[in-house]
């Protein structure tokens, strides 16, 4: 067996093992922690009141307050909902009370405010078949509904700024005085009666107590009988 010199070099002089690290001081310090915390826990839960162990008075007063709670939801949803009810009504009679309508939906109009004949055709004509339902144009208060000589069965409405409006030759009346009436009513049926050359509506407006246009008065409310367009609002 040959003998190694001393003046061989040593495979391993020169390479250095790394050492392994102890276990960290950390790791042991963080585990310590977590099992610390656990313990805590399970001491604090320790300490919670069972469900089954609460004051049943104290349940029942939980339970009044989220019944009161939601009775007053209710209630308000209930008041939110009557409010609105209340505004679209008041809205409604707004419209009801502010409309210009025609006073028929199909008519030739055939005679226009002036004189004729050598008098004053105080109003205009509007022609359309006999018994045809005709409308009130505005709202207000039946004055006058009966026979009126030249007028033949006539109705005056006297409306909220004091203006007059006398739909005249009915064949038939569905008002009588004192009676108040909304824009779109069906107030009469279109006739012949009185000073008359045909079935007819004439309508007439007396603007303090003097016979005015229709034709210029409606368009100024919004209302056009020629083009037929009304006012809603």
Request: hydrophobic residues 35%.
């Amino acid at each position: 067996m040959r003998q190694r010199l001393s003046s061989e070099p040593d495979r391993y002089r020169g390479r250095r093992r790394v050492p392994t690290p102890p276990r960290s001081r950390y790791a042991v310090v963080v585990t310590s922690a977590f099992v610390g915390a656990g313990v805590v826990a399970l001491g604090a839960a320790s300490q919670l009141p069972d469900a089954k162990t609460i004051n049943p008075s104290v349940l029942q007063n939980l339970e009044a307050g989220d019944a009161l709670a939601d009775r007053s939801a209710d209630g308000d949803r209930a008041s939110r909902s009557e409010d609105r009810t209340a505004s679209t009504k008041i809205s409604d009679e707004q419209v009801a009370a502010q409309a210009w309508l025609l006073p028929l939906e199909d008519y030739q109009f055939t005679s226009p405010y002036g004189v004729r004949f050598g008098k004053l055709h105080a109003g205009i004509d509007l022609a359309a078949p006999e018994g045809t339902p005709y409308k009130a144009v505005h709202a207000g208060k039946v004055t006058a509904a009966g026979y009126n000589g030249g007028y033949g069965y006539a109705i005056t409405i006297k409306h909220a700024d004091g203006t007059e409006m006398i739909y005249a030759h009915s064949r038939r009346l569905m008002v009588k005085a004192g009676d108040t009436v909304k824009a779109g009513q069906a107030i009469g049926e279109v006739g012949n009666t009185g000073y008359s050359y045909g079935t007819h509506l004439h309508l007439e407006v007396h603007v303090n107590g003097t016979p005015t246009d229709p034709i210029v008065y409606l368009r100024e409310q919004g209302l056009d009988i020629k083009l037929k367009i009304e006012q809603l609002y």
